[in-house]
């Protein structure tokens, strides 16, 4: 168990979030201002920097150096198409740097500064460590940062970047699609269900399907508008009232930057306020030349206003339905997240599309993915009860996969947690001089020894050039994609020889509990396997050496100048050895008394051969100190000889 809490983010596009789980509940965060949530904002003036409320407040007076929409911006290229579209409208300086990186450019204290989005995204997640900090009473140095499913892994590990800025340790970072269904347990039901999110946000659309099944979650579509949220409904308003006001008043307040961002932030009250309200007002002192504006506005103008927006919302839930080949009737649960989704038309449209469901909305709406960033992160502290795996299975790797080595041991490929899609190569050889065929066995797990680790399958590459021991250098590669197909090729350059052959690492693979189990004992035999894995490595180290003294001794300058008596010598030596490691009780003290006792023999002999001929002992030199591979292992180097 950690000795500190660990928090959970929300990281999102119009606002930010912090929660802690303890004394057996999720208590989200308010910060110094008394708001739980905290604009995702960030601003540069003459003496100091600014971050959330404080930075929001100002930007009328200071746009061109406060930066929001970070998240839009966040492990994407300059030049890409959609963010060059976004950086047309931001009232800020967002220019290209090294490796065509965005990088906002701002005049802080009087001089010209440049920031990286991850840069900026560790600024706001200072501040709500601060606040987490400040209402804990303790340092925070854990978290759990929750990120859009369609969150690539360049995005995702921008986000530990960030957290490191903060001086924050990223435990996961988990889709908010698998957060907010933590926030309601669906994962600790036994029976599996499907499950739909439907996250209308500050700036974007996500609606995804998940199945959930034996305590983890499965992304089986994704569907959404990476613009559209509460900030197009509060431009739909904008527009609107813009022209009202010219109607009225003669005069053209669109022209005006500073008198549209106050227009907006009027909006933005009044939509709030029909959520709850069927009618409210806006108001605003001095909008444009010294004009005076107010205004009512009706629940129903904004449904008229929005009306298609609010159709396209819920024609999503038809496109990520038809991805995951599902039919609405077989959503077993619908959950409502983002201060977006409370907007009564909006709820009662996806209602009626299930046929009266009730969405589950107990939890705030605004704090549903926080809520659940929270409960993972005190999973992974030991805080709560947990696997710690319940939102790993569409983000990353949930076991070690390896393939078999000498010594019956297991050598990590990719590790266990790596985030999707992975890559891992290792190179294998051969054991014996002119050997056909090479079986390369991929398995999963965290344990040293094969037998204690699952098969994944197995590639054989058969009618291989013959060669020499450890001549043959063959390249095995594996991938995971983002939907957990794993690929594993083999290929041996020389011949052209190959073998391949892929795998779906379904949910299904596990029985119930077998996941949880098979890390539990991993965790317990660690200490075990640690010395299994150094035994194994010294054993391997003695085989090579004895496989030297064998090549040695068939060098030709070499045997012409050894004795016939030394000779018998080192090859009953080696022979006696080979015998020994036969033997399944050794002890690592055994081993390396007999590596010691077999190199001082050798020793002997090379001191012999060397007073007798330098120029035959140079020819030992040069092939003792080349490359010994040892079966399945990258090739090792032996011992250099020196005079």
């Known amino acids: 168990m950690s000795g500190s809490l660990a928090v959970g983010f929300s990281f999102g596009l119009a606002y930010s979030s912090v929660a802690v789980y303890q004394n057996r509940r999720v208590e989200v965060i308010a910060n110094e201002q008394g708001h739980r949530l905290t604009p995702t904002c960030v601003a540069f003036t003459d003496t100091e920097l600014l971050v959330g409320d404080a930075a929001k407040s100002q930007v009328a007076t200071n746009a061109e150096n406060t930066i929001f929409d970070i998240k839009r911006m966040i492990g994407k290229k300059f030049s890409d198409a959609e963010l060059q579209e976004d950086v047309k409208r931001w009232p800020f300086t967002v220019g290209g740097g090294k490796e065509d990186e965005p990088v906002v450019k701002v005049t802080f204290k009087e001089a010209e500064h440049e920031y990286n989005p991850v840069q900026l995204s560790g600024m706001v997640l200072t501040e709500l460590k601060k606040t987490a900090e400040a209402y804990l009473g303790s340092t925070v140095t854990e978290c759990v940062v929750a990120v859009p499913s369609y969150f690539t892994d360049v995005q995702r590990r921008n986000m ?131 004009i005076d504006y107010f205004a009512g506005i009706t629940r129903a103008r904004l449904e008229e206003l929005c009306g298609d927006q609010f159709r396209i919302a819920v024609c999503a839930i038809d496109k990520a339905l038809a991805d995951a080949k599902l039919d609405k009737s077989a959503i077993d649960e619908v959950v409502l997240v983002g201060g977006s989704s409370r907007i009564p038309r909006l709820q009662k449209l996806v209602q009626d599309y299930f046929d009266g469901k009730e969405p589950l909305k107990s939890i705030n709406l605004d704090e549903v993915i926080v809520y659940g960033a929270a409960l993972q992160a005190a999973v992974l502290t030991g805080q709560r009860e947990g696997t710690g795996e319940e939102l790993l299975k569409d983000d990353m790797t949930l076991l070690t996969i390896g393939i078999e080595t000498a010594g019956s041991l297991t050598t990590s490929v990719i590790h266990r947690h790596a985030p999707l899609p992975v890559k891992g190569s290792h190179i294998v050889t051969t054991s014996f001089d002119n050997q056909s065929t090479v079986v390369i066995h991929l398995l999963e797990g965290e344990r040293a020894a094969v037998s204690d680790n699952r098969s994944l399958g197995k590639l054989e590459l058969s009618e291989l050039p013959a060669m020499p021991r450890g001549a043959l250098r063959i390249d095995v590669q594996v991938q995971v994609d983002s939907q957990h197909l794993l690929t594993a090729t083999a290929t041996e350059p020389t011949s052209g020889r190959s073998a391949a052959f892929s795998l779906q690492l379904a949910n299904s693979r596990f029985k119930k509990g077998e996941l949880k189990n098979m890390v539990r004992e991993a965790d317990e035999s660690f200490d075990a396997d640690e010395v299994q894995r150094e035994l194994v490595g010294m054993t391997n180290a003695l085989m090579s050496l004895t496989s030297n003294i064998l090549f040695v001794l068939e060098d030709e300058v070499f045997a012409a100048r050894v004795s016939k008596e030394d000779r018998d010598l080192l090859l009953e030596q080696c022979s006696a050895v080979s015998s020994w490691l036969l033997n399944p009780e050794l002890s690592k003290d055994d081993v390396e008394e007999k590596q010691r006792e077999l190199e001082e023999a050798f020793r002997e002999v090379l001191d012999r051969v060397y007073e007798a001929d330098q120029d035959a002992f140079s020819s030992v030199a040069v092939s003792y100190g080349s490359e010994t591979p040892t079966t399945g292992t990258p090739a090792k180097k032996g011992k250099t000889v020196k005079a």
Not at 229 to 239: H, I, N, T, Y
Not at 256 to 271: F, I, V
């Open 160 to 290: 530990v970047e960030a957290g490191k800025l903060a001086s924050l340790k990223v435990l996961r970072v988990v889709n908010e699609a698998f957060a907010a269904a933590m926030a309601y347990d669906l994962e600790r039901k036994d029976d599996a269900k499907k499950v739909l999110i439907f996250d209308v946000g500050g700036g974007t659309l996500d609606v995804s399907v998940l199945s959930v099944e034996d305590g983890r979650f499965e992304v089986l579509a994704m569907a959404g508008d990476l613009h559209l949220g509460g900030e197009d409904f509060d431009q739909r308003l904008v527009k609107f009232y813009a022209q009202e006001f010219q109607k009225k008043h003669k005069k053209d307040a669109s022209k005006n930057a500073r008198s549209m961002r106050r227009l907006k932030a009027a909006c933005e009250l009044a939509k709030r306020s029909l959520s709850m309200n069927n009618q409210a007002t806006m108001e605003v002192d001095s909008l444009f030349e010294g």
